[in-house]
T-cell receptor, first 113, second 110 residues
């Protein structure tokens, strides 16, 4: 079945540690996105990539880094520079271009203690 | 002010009721999306529309481009419809990026 897989579903890390969230898709989509969701707020864009080996900052990129070495994979690293990393993280993908439907993963809930 | 506003924030209904969730936006858009997020967190796309009306089962989505307003209707609501419903838009100036509303938490009681 085609879809987007995020892993793990729950992740706990100590403060000051970097952590990498996985996102893999087998939909042959060119575009991939990382969003952050906090209670009472809409999803906010962290980074996005429209093609392999290229990515752009979203609205809240500070403290995060990404890579897009393969079309299928778009991992997100939450660095120790992110001041408030505890949140729900969602990965999405779509075909390139406008007016394309977005497909979402199941999300990763990161808790930093 | 958010570029995408939804109302109400929370909605409780009895099984069988007709439900309406509203979305207003203040930017030029290429398309508007209605999404559903279940308690586990995963999000499913319900509709993508740029004009008129779309229907899928008991769900109906409408959009009025002139008024910059969209509605999501659920007929004959059921407890399994309980979820967060999210309105999002692709802006004309932002390619395929989505701008999201804060979501509407719907609870349908049996």
């Amino acid at each position: 079945d085609g879809g987007i897989t995020q892993s793990p579903k729950y992740l706990f890390r100590k403060e000051g540690q970097n952590v990498t969230l996985s996102c893999e898709q087998n939909l042959n989509h060119d575009a991939m996105y990382w969003y952050r969701q906090d209670p009472g707020q809409g999803l906010r864009l962290i980074y996005y990539s429209q093609i392999v080996n290229d990515f752009q900052k979203g609205d809240i990129a500070e403290g995060y880094s990404v890579s897009r070495e393969k079309k299928e994979s778009f991992p997100l690293t939450v660095t120790s520079a992110q001041k408030n990393p505890t949140a729900f993280y969602l990965c999405a993908s779509s075909l390139a271009g406008v007016n394309t439907e977005a497909f979402f993963g199941q999300g990763t809930r990161l808790t930093v203690v | 002010k958010n570029e995408v506003e939804q109302s109400p924030q929370n909605l409780t209904a009895q099984e069988g009721e007709f439900i309406t969730i509203n979305c207003s936006y203040s930017v030029g858009i290429s398309a508007l999306h209605w999404l559903q997020q279940h308690p586990g967190g995963g999000i499913v796309s319900l509709f993508m529309l740029s004009s008129g009306k779309k229907k899928h089962g008991r769900l109906i989505a409408t959009i009025n481009i002139q008024e910059k307003h969209s509605s999501l209707h659920i007929t004959a609501s059921h407890p399994r419809d309980s979820a967060v419903y999210i309105c999002a838009v692709t802006q004309k100036t932002s390619g395929s990026r989505l701008t999201f509303g804060e979501g509407t938490q719907l609870t349908v009681n049996p």
